[in-house]
């Protein structure tokens, strides 16, 4: 693990912004381009070198090495937010994968939630909003982020995926936290009824009537093998259902 945080303590970063004003003139006004910054320590740590159940003896067995390591990795991981809060991007994503059920309340607020916190103030100093990558369970992660100061929840997938409703969503949520996301990756898959395809959207843009701080969005990813003309599909039904 010290071997880790050393390589992963000792990475340095260089700007091509040039590349993020790419995407942002592909977009143009169809939607919102966000700036990936990647996983906190404990989101590579999880996701990419030891897995839910390492972490977990590691964080037990070893629990002053793991803060000497999930720290000093962190402490670069700011650096890179620092360098991001100089760049064009209105909005920043952090990437950690965030669900609920691996990070409960009491786990997050030791382990993730200083770094969430200190890097979305420095964030908002520089003028940036700042969206969480809550790709997995919902109930309890939307309260913790946004608690963390974070804007919005990027990639939210409710029911039939997900554990809790789009009307959930919102209720935890509140009238003035971003959701996005809304259709869950299976639901693009041509094995899939396309009804249960649009019922999804229609339930996702439903939360309009309570706030207007929402996006229709895929539910992390729109999978390979997904049927193109959905995509399509999903465009069509915004414009139908989306309007205010």
């Given amino acids: 693990m010290r071997v880790l945080a050393y390589a992963l303590a000792s990475r340095t970063y260089q700007p091509i912004w040039e590349h993020y004003k790419e995407w942002q003139d592909y977009a143009g006004d169809l939607g919102v381009t966000y700036m990936l910054v990647g996983y906190s320590a404990l989101g590579h740590i999880l996701n990419y070198w030891m897995g839910a159940i390492g972490a977990t003896y590691a964080i037990s067995d070893w629990p002053d090495t793991m803060h000497e390591v999930v720290n000093g990795i962190n402490t670069n991981c700011l650096k890179l937010i620092d360098l991001v809060g100089e760049s064009p991007a ?25 770094y969430h916190a200190e890097a979305i103030r420095r964030l908002h100093a520089a003028g940036k909003y700042v969206a ?13 982020i946004r608690g963390s100061g974070a804007d919005a929840a990027d990639a939210g997938t409710p029911t039939r ?26 639901l693009w898959l041509p094995d899939v009824d396309v009804r249960a395809f649009e019922q999804a959207i229609i339930e996702w843009l439903d939360l309009r009537k309570q706030s207007p701080r929402l996006i229709a969005n895929a539910g992390d990813q729109v999978p390979p093998g997904a049927e193109e003309q959905r995509i399509a599909l999903m465009r069509d039904l915004v414009k139908e259902y989306g309007r205010y």
Avoid: K
Wanted: hydrophobic share 35%; glycine share 10%.
């Fill in 90 to 114: 209105e909005v920043v994503c952090m990437g950690d994968n965030f669900s609920s059920d691996l990070q409960p309340p009491r786990f997050y607020n030791q382990w993730s939630r200083p």
């Fill in 161 to 186: 995926t997900g554990d809790v409703t789009a009307a959930e969503c919102r209720a935890e949520a509140g009238p003035d936290f971003v959701l996005s996301g809304g259709v869950a990756p299976a």
């Fill in 132 to 144: 969480v990558h809550t790709d997995g369970r919902l109930r309890g992660a939307i309260t913790m």
